[in-house]
Each structure stands twice: as structure tokens, then as C-alpha cells.
């Protein structure tokens, strides 16, 4: 869309999520966080949670940075 207040709420949302899901000590993310971003339990898998959707949504913003710059770069 180009309007940068999506830009700013991904950098609220990439900011909060790396400052608490994150492990910091022994890499990954934790699973689960109670409402007010405390950690609920250290589980970092599960049958629920597994290491595929953080991969998978970098590939994804990969491209569409990549598609961006393709049209921004167009006349």
C-alpha cells in the first residue's frame, strides 16, 4: 500500500514480538506468552508449534520486499 503507517505498525509488532518472544540465551522463540507479554511456560515446540511458520514468513516477506522494489523501480 505504501502508506507508512503499515510501516510503522510492522515495526510495533516486529519490535514487541522480538523483545518478547525471543530467547535471547539459547535461540528460537518461545511458544506461548500470557496477554501482558509475560512468558507463560519455556516450551518452544509442541505438536501445535513447530519450527515452520518464522522461516516461512521471512521467505514470504523476502518476496513481497523484492516485488516492491521491482514496481517501485518501474516506470
Known sequence: TRNPKYA???AM???WSHG???D???GEWFGYLHR???LSNTLKGSIWKS???YPRMLWKCSQLRKQ???SSSSP
Do not use: T
Open 24 to 26: 535471547p540465551e539459547h
Open 68 to 70: 516492491l522494489q521491482a
Open 51 to 53: 519450527f515452520f511458520h
Open 36 to 38: 501482558d507479554g509475560r
Open 13 to 15: 509488532v516486529h519490535e
Open 8 to 10: 510503522r505498525w510492522h
Open 20 to 22: 518478547h518472544f525471543a
